[in-house]
């Protein structure tokens, strides 16, 4: 945990380097203060408002103890459990089994999973995506990913100004007019692909902490390998339409771009995240168990014309 936490650090200061280095080259320090008011004001908006914003852009809706049923309970206990405060619980009327975790703080946090994935997950397999979102909460990682896209969007507006007025005609640099072209198109892929990595740095970590929050690694990634295999087969529309909010959730909603640890690739493989999982059960001796004694598969058959989560009563998920 604390190799990952200095990792994220240290990406975090890489941005910060090439923000300041790209601002410093095109416009000097007067444009780089411009862009970055201008990038933190837009993202001070989405930090207060992202969670509202992400929520209804998936027509997600809320649920209580009531219309929740056994997904309510389960959170509420792994929140308990995890010593975080009760997040609020969303259900997504979407066939293609996923989970993300959303709010600036522990305080404010939403849990969101599809129906798919209550469909088509065991109740242990359910809790092991809960916890793996309620350790995001936990370690802040919607605040960080957060702030990472600050600095990448100040990279990439810097970089904008620098390809219409092409560079700093008059400094010094040593750089010309080519070499500030160059580095304003190489500076926010370099953003990029720092923004991934840390991303795909805090799945590890939720998946480590998430594995310890349930007590043991194995509905973890048994669920994580049910996700996977659907999310092949099984669109998200929504998601294909914003490819921005697919690092969100835990595994990649997108039908593309699955199976290998490429520079672009939004999470690690997940073959990598059951080989880290298997070492965490190792070392904790957990050979299986984990939140109930007796995982069983339940279907929620959506109702026709309406939400199956909004009024729905009765059975183990509502």
Known sequence: ????????????????????????????????AIALVVAAAMNLFSLW??????????????VDAQSGGEYYRIVRDLAARAEL????????????????????????????????????LSRDEVAGVIAHELAH??????????????LAGAISMIAQFGMFFGGNRNSNNGFGIIGTLAMVILAPLAAMLVQMAISRTREYSADRMGAMILGSP????????????AAHQIENPTAEA???????????????????????ATHPSTENRI???QQLA?????????FTSAPRRTTVPPSAGASPWGTRRGGPWG
């Open 49 to 62: 408002r992202s969670d509202k914003m992400v929520l209804s852009m998936y027509g997600a809706e809320e």
């Open 85 to 120: 405060p009760m997040p609020r619980v969303y259900v997504m009327n979407n066939p293609q089994p996923n989970a993300f975790a959303t709010g600036r703080n522990p305080e404010n946090a939403a849990v969101a999973v599809t129906t798919g994935l209550l469909n088509s």
């Open 242 to 264: 914003n490819p921005a909010s697919a690092h969100m959730f835990i595994i990649n909603p997108l039908t593309g771009g699955h199976g290998w640890d490429n520079l672009f």
């Open 282 to 290: 190792a070392e904790m001796g957990a050979s299986g168990g984990g």
């Open 275 to 277: 080989a880290a999982l």
């Open 137 to 150: 909460i936990k370690n802040r990682d919607t605040l960080i990913m957060t702030v990472t896209a600050t």
């Open 218 to 229: 194995a509905p973890l990634m048994s669920g994580l390998v049910r996700i996977e295999n």
């Open 1 to 32: 945990m604390p190799m990952n936490f200095a990792r994220t650090g240290l990406l975090l200061a890489v941005l910060t380097g090439i923000f300041v280095a790209l601002g410093g080259l095109i416009g000097g320090t007067t444009g780089m």
